[in-house]
Structure formats: C-alpha cells, structure tokens
C-alpha cells in the first residue's frame, strides 16, 4: 500500500477515535448525572444508564480496535490479513479501516465449514424469502449477484 493511502487510513482512523473519545465524554457525564428521587423515573434512568454503559463499552472496544490499526500502519502490516497474510481489499478497508481480517477469514471464523459465498448468503436472511418457485432457494441464492471477495 502507498504512502498516501496510508496516510488517509491514519487521519481518517485518528478522525474517528477523537469522535468517540467526544462520545465517551459525553457518556461519562451522562453517568455522573445523580438519578432521580422518583422511583419510577429511577427505573428508566438505570435502564437509560445501562445501554450508555453498553455503548460506552463498544466505544472503548472500537478506540483498542484502532489503536491497533494505528500500530500496525507504524509497524507496516496495515492492510494485512492477520489470519491468513493476504491483502484486505481497499473496500473493506475504507469501509472497517480497523479491519484486522479480511472478509474470508472472518467468514471461515464465524460460519466454520461453509464458503464466503455461502456465508453471505446465509447473513442475507431477505433473498431467502424471494422465493418465486421456479428455482430452489439455495439456487436463487446462489445465481443473485453477491460482490465477490
């Protein structure tokens, strides 16, 4: 990979963890707020607290995942499958770019003994239920056009 597209890996990289670090301020504060004398507003105040806790959570799980990434642009490896040693593709790049995997080997991890195909097909619930009954499900899958990766 080039220096210029690395170099916009890492400014767009940098751009998101400062906007989750915004999030994460906020967040904090949002917990800090003293809950409410009134019993059922405390009930929704912690139900409210519990999934800004969760979001809170994947923020920070989100900023490791790019603090990674990062490392690995210094380190030369960005962009490098850590599975297998294959090339992510740009698009997974630009779309995740603190992708550690590329969508194969993610899909062998997650859908063990099937193909990337397969596999797509099988997160794509909707094309299932297309049916029109002059091909079997499976075929009508398989003939729809899913990107290759």
């Known amino acids: 990979m080039d220096k210029y597209a690395l170099d916009d890996f890492r400014e767009q990289l940098l751009r998101r963890k400062r906007e989750l670090y915004g999030r994460l301020v906020k967040i904090e504060e949002d917990l800090e707020q003293p809950m409410n004398a009134d019993v059922p507003d405390r009930v929704t105040e912690r ?3 519990e999934v ?12 490791r995942a790019i603090d ?3 490392n690995r642009i210094e380190a030369g490896t960005f962009g490098i499958c850590a599975r297998c040693g294959d090339a992510i ?3 997974r790049l630009r779309a995740v770019p603190h992708a550690l995997r590329h969508l194969r080997a993610l ?6 003994g099937t193909t990337a195909r397969r596999a797509a ?8 239920r297309r049916a029109c ?7 009508q899958i398989e003939s729809h056009a899913l990107p290759r990766f």
């Open 47 to 49: 139900e409210s607290d």
């Open 52 to 63: 800004l806790e969760g979001l809170g959570l994947a923020g920070q799980g989100e900023i």
């Open 68 to 70: 990674a990434a990062l």
């Open 89 to 91: 593709s740009p698009e």
């Open 107 to 112: 899909w062998r991890r997650n859908f063990p």
């Open 121 to 128: 097909c099988a997160a794509l619930p909707d094309l299932r």
């Open 133 to 139: 009954g002059k091909q079997p499900v499976d075929q």
